[in-house]
Nanobody
Framework: QVQLVESGGGAVQAGGSLRLSCAAS????????MGWFRQGPGKEREFVAL????????YYKDSVKGRFTISRDNAKNTLYLQKNSLKPEDTAVYYC????????????????WGQGTQVTVSS
């Protein structure tokens, strides 16, 4: 089993920044990709960003490209999401997830999920 614990959420004004962290523990050796997803009020959960842990390749949802950066500290087994130039439409619960498959944007490919952290962006 893989355990994921997110932190770093909070309330911020539009244009501000936040950095989310996701600490992974347990049997992480089979993890091939880690991603960030979000679920806004009344919306379905959606892909935000992912990192292929084998190649280090990153992918982003179009609306966050240039504003969000996904990164990983291998020594700490921690995934990050640096979020800059935040907009009210970025308001959501953000989830960290792990997949045994590479380059997967689909939610169904992720078998381990954190509890989520709330991000609220005010205008």
């Amino acid at each position: 089993q893989v355990q994921l614990v997110e932190s770093g959420g909070g309330a911020v004004q539009a244009g501000g920044s936040l950095r989310l962290s996701c600490a992974a523990s347990g049997r992480t050796s089979s993890t091939a990709a880690m991603g960030w997803f979000r679920q806004g009020p009344g919306k379905e959960r959606e892909f935000v960003a992912l990192m292929d842990l084998i190649a280090g390749t990153t992918y982003y949802k179009d609306s966050v490209k240039g504003r969000f950066t996904i990164s990983r500290d291998n020594a700490k087994n921690t995934l990050y999401l640096q979020k800059n130039s935040l907009k009210p439409e970025d308001t959501a619960v953000y989830y960290c997830a792990a997949s045994n498959f590479r380059l997967q944007l689909a939610i169904q490919a992720y078998t381990h999920w954190g509890q989520g952290t709330q991000v609220t962006v005010s205008s």
